[in-house]
């Protein structure tokens, strides 16, 4: 069975334009009828141009956006059929690491306590030096030390920023990760430390990965599978309707998306 089965996903916005007597409405298909199966442990690449659904589809499966018609089955359960308070107990299972590190974390609070406060999401009572133990174990797990705890985001590189990001999205021990454009915002020169910094934690904690990206390069980096999700048309953005292609397998130039 697969950890995660998306069958005939579809998320569109209404955008209203214009006064209230001569109002239209324009529906934008960002995500058309996407199926996927992701196998537990397995790396998902998600690669296609920008505006083509990518982000849409990944706060879809994260919940954070109702689905428009379609299904979400994790470990066989339909999230849809479920109560609010079974979806937050699941939601804790996924986790995501967003593009822009500077906007994703609040500067108003230190990584002790802004890991420390998603170590608490799976472990409400941990406190203390229990606590501080493994905020500490996941700031060396991401390559950070102990003796950064105290900082603010704004003391911190990009990269190091993008450490501290992954390191909230692993405290509450999560099943599956969703990066999306992770290392988009960083310096060419340290996108394949954090590359293969998530391309480890995959292999060494088991987890499920999709892993979103523009830069198909960056995505054959870190791939096992890579799917577009679906096809888009340069010159009107618009997204049209279209069967996800699956790539199984060692990367061939057919892996490349047919736009
Ligand atoms: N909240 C929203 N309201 C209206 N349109 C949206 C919203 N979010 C995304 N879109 C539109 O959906 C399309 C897909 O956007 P997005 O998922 O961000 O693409 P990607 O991540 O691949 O760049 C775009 O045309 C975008 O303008
Ligand atoms: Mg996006």
Same mark, same amino acid.
């Not at 996927?36 to 998600?46: F, R």
């Not at 995501?96 to 802004?114: C, E, G, H, I, K």
């Not at 096809?231 to 060692?250: E, L």
């Given at each position: 069975?697969?950890? %995660?089965?998306?069958?005939?996903?579809?998320?569109?916005?209404?955008?209203?334009?214009?006064?209230?007597?001569?109002?239209?409405?324009?529906?934008?298909?960002?995500?058309?009828?996407?199926?996927?199966?992701?196998?537990?442990?397995?790396?998902?690449?998600?690669? !296609?141009?920008?505006?083509?659904?990518?982000?849409?589809?990944?706060?879809?499966?994260?919940?954070?956006?109702?689905?428009?018609?379609?299904?979400?089955?994790?470990?066989?359960?339909?999230?849809?059929?479920?109560?609010?308070?079974?979806?937050?107990?699941?939601?804790?299972?996924?986790?995501?690491?967003?593009?822009?590190? $500077?906007?994703?974390?609040?500067?108003?609070?230190?990584?002790?306590?802004?890991?420390?406060?998603?170590?608490?999401?799976?472990?409400?009572?941990?406190?203390?030096?229990?606590?501080?133990?493994?905020? +500490?174990?996941?700031?060396?797990?991401?390559?950070?030390?102990?003796?950064?705890?105290?900082?603010?985001?704004?003391?911190?590189?990009?990269?190091?920023?993008?450490?501290?990001?992954?390191?909230?999205?692993?405290?509450?021990?999560?099943?599956?990760?969703?990066?999306?454009?992770?290392?988009?915002?960083?310096?060419?020169?340290?996108?394949?430390?954090?590359?293969? %910094?998530?391309?480890?934690?995959?292999?060494? %904690?088991?987890?499920?990965?999709?892993? +979103?990206?523009?830069?198909?390069?960056?995505?054959?980096?870190?791939?096992?599978?890579?799917?577009?999700?679906?096809?888009?048309?340069?010159?009107?953005?618009?997204?049209?309707?279209?069967?996800?292609? $699956?790539?199984? !397998?060692?990367?061939?130039?057919?892996?490349?998306?047919?736009?």
């Amino acid at each position: 069975m697969a950890y %995660l089965e998306i069958k005939n996903l579809h998320k569109h916005f209404v955008k209203t334009a214009g006064g209230l007597l001569s109002s239209t409405h324009e529906t934008v298909k960002a995500v058309n009828g996407v199926s996927l199966d992701i196998q537990k442990g397995e790396i998902l690449g998600l690669v !296609g141009e920008s505006g083509c659904g990518k982000s849409t589809l990944s706060r879809t499966l994260m919940q954070l956006l109702p689905p428009t018609s379609g299904s979400i089955i994790l470990n066989g359960e339909n999230l849809s059929e479920l109560s609010t308070s079974e979806v937050r107990k699941r939601r804790l299972d996924f986790q995501m690491v967003f593009q822009d590190p $500077y906007a994703s974390l609040n500067p108003r609070m230190t990584v002790f306590s802004t890991i420390a406060e998603a170590v608490r999401q799976r472990h409400p009572k941990m406190k203390g030096a229990e606590l501080e133990e493994k905020v +500490i174990e996941l700031m060396s797990t991401v390559g950070l030390e102990a003796s950064q705890m105290k900082r603010y985001p704004h003391e911190f590189s990009g990269g190091q920023r993008q450490r501290i990001a992954i390191a909230r999205a692993l405290a509450p021990e999560p099943k599956l990760i969703i990066a999306d454009e992770p290392v988009s915002a960083l310096d060419v020169s340290i996108q394949s430390q954090i590359l293969n %910094l998530l391309k480890d934690l995959q292999r060494d %904690l088991g987890l499920t990965l999709v892993f +979103i990206s523009h830069d198909l390069g960056v995505v054959h980096f870190i791939h096992q599978k890579t799917i577009t999700p679906s096809a888009c048309s340069p010159r009107s953005r618009s997204c049209k309707a279209r069967d996800p292609q $699956y790539h199984r !397998g060692p990367k061939t130039e057919n892996t490349a998306p047919a736009f």
